[in-house]
Every structure is written in structure tokens, then in C-alpha cells.
T-cell receptor
Framework: KAGVTQTPRYLIKTRGQQVTLSCSPI?????VSWYQQTPGQGLQFLFE???????NKGNFPGRFSGRQFSNSRSEMNVSTLELGDSALYLC??????????FGSGTRLTVV | QQQVKQSPQSLIVQKGGIPIINCAYE??????FPWYQQFPGKGPALLIA?????SEKKEGRFTISFNKSAKQFSLHIMDSQPGDSATYFC?????????????FGSGTQLTVLP
């Protein structure tokens, strides 16, 4: 079955702009999580959605938000971009078992 | 208490060697311990995982050893190959408020020389 699809793969934005990233989970998976990966901080949890509800949120400012649609697709939004938001943003979906499947990520560069 | 400490940061072995990557955790509520492999430009891919009621799990050339009393677990790669060169992350997960999240170690960059 198809894996986790993230779009776009690469994105360049200017400081102060906002950005929306998209994630389509594996068919049948209702849980979608987002992670930020940077060389300095590693992989950090942003938030998790299940059946359109945010169930858990990591330690990130309110500029980071997300949502999940009825078809389990999820979007993540970052407003008022800062240089430090440059990172690889990863989406992971999970079915009824414990394992998470990650997408290839969206590489965001803020200039 | 949510941290997972991983070592070493980097590792170089010869082909056929057995690299070992170690992780330690503090929170005894963690109940799922996966290892992920990540190649440049790709997302992490689940390699193998273990629950704390098991001391060892093997899948192909990959083995997890789990020491619950010491709160440590490690990944062994038997007969390592140049194609195993990647970054490896340990992680731990727990159920909190009906939700799960992964807490990752800092990663180990493995290089297997031909």
C-alpha cells in the first residue's frame, strides 16, 4: 500500500511569511504526527492528530499549528516564519499498532 | 524524564563488523522502543522495535538487547554492510492522555567501510 506522502518536498520562504505543509497518511491510519528535524535539536515532536482532534502537542510556540481532515489528511501551518524554523518537517502515520511510518519530509528553508 | 540518551554520536566499522549503538532512558512509563534508520533525503524508517517485557529481539541482521533494570537498550548490526551506512535513531514511546508520541535519541551516524 502507498506510504505517507508529504508535499511539497522543498520550500523556500522569507522571514515573516507563513507556510502550510501537507501530509497524506497511509490508507486506514487515523493518527498523524508531525516532527521537526534539525541538526542542532534532532527530532522533536510537534503534535499528534487523531480523528480530526489534536491529542498531544510538543513544546513549540503557538506559531506552529495543524489540523486534520475527515479523510485523515493533515496540514501543518507555521506563521510569521523565523530563520530558526528552517528544518525538515516530517509527518508520521500510525494504525492500530504501535509502529509509526514516516514520510520523506518537507525541507523548509527560511531566508 | 522524557529524554532518551544515545551514544555514540558517530561510528565507523569495517564491512562485516558488528556496530553497537546504545540508548538509555529515565521514564519507566515508556512501553515501546523502536529503532529507526534514516538515509540522507529520506524520512526515518522503522527498523525493529521491542516491548519492555522482552530482553532480546532479532530481525534479520538487526538485534535489540533490552535491559529493563538498567533502563538501557542497544542495537546490534551483524555482518554490517556498506549499505547499512546511515543515521540510526533510538526512540521511546508512552501512552499519555490517550495519545502517543515518540521521544528520539540524538542519532548515531554509522559508516561501514568496504
Amino acid at each position: 500500500k502507498a506510504g505517507v506522502t508529504q508535499t511539497p518536498r522543498y520550500l523556500i520562504k522569507t522571514r515573516g511569511q507563513q507556510v502550510t505543509l501537507s501530509c497524506s497518511p497511509i490508507s486506514g491510519h487515523r493518527s498523524v504526527s508531525w516532527y521537526q528535524q534539525t541538526p542542532g535539536q534532532g527530532l522533536q515532536f510537534l503534535f499528534e492528530y487523531f480523528s480530526e482532534t489534536q491529542r498531544n502537542k510538543g513544546n513549540f510556540p503557538g506559531r506552529f499549528s495543524g489540523r486534520q481532515f475527515s479523510n485523515s489528511r493533515s496540514e501543518m501551518n507555521v506563521s510569521t516564519l523565523e530563520l530558526g524554523d528552517s528544518a525538515l518537517y516530517l509527518c508520521a502515520s500510525r494504525g492500530v499498532l504501535y509502529g509509526y511510518t514516516f514520510g520523506s519530509g518537507t525541507r523548509l528553508t527560511v531566508v | 524524564q522524557q529524554q532518551v540518551k544515545q551514544s555514540p554520536q558517530s561510528l565507523i566499522v569495517q564491512k562485516g563488523g558488528i556496530p553497537i549503538i546504545n540508548c538509555a532512558y529515565e521514564n519507566t512509563a515508556f512501553d515501546y522502543f523502536p529503532w529507526y534508520q534514516q538515509f540522507p533525503g529520506k524520512g526515518p524508517a522503522l527498523l525493529i522495535a521491542i516491548r519492555p517485557d522482552v530482553s532480546e529481539k532479532k530481525e534479520g541482521r538487526f538485534t535489540i538487547s533490552f535491559n529493563k533494570s538498567a533502563k538501557q537498550f542497544s542495537l546490534h548490526i551483524m555482518d554490517s554492510q556498506p549499505g547499512d551506512s546511515a543515521t540510526y535513531f533510538c526512540a521511546a514511546s508512552l501512552l499519555s492522555r490517550s495519545a502517543r508520541q515518540l521521544t528520539f535519541g540524538s542519532g548515531t551516524q554509522l559508516t561501514v567501510l568496504p
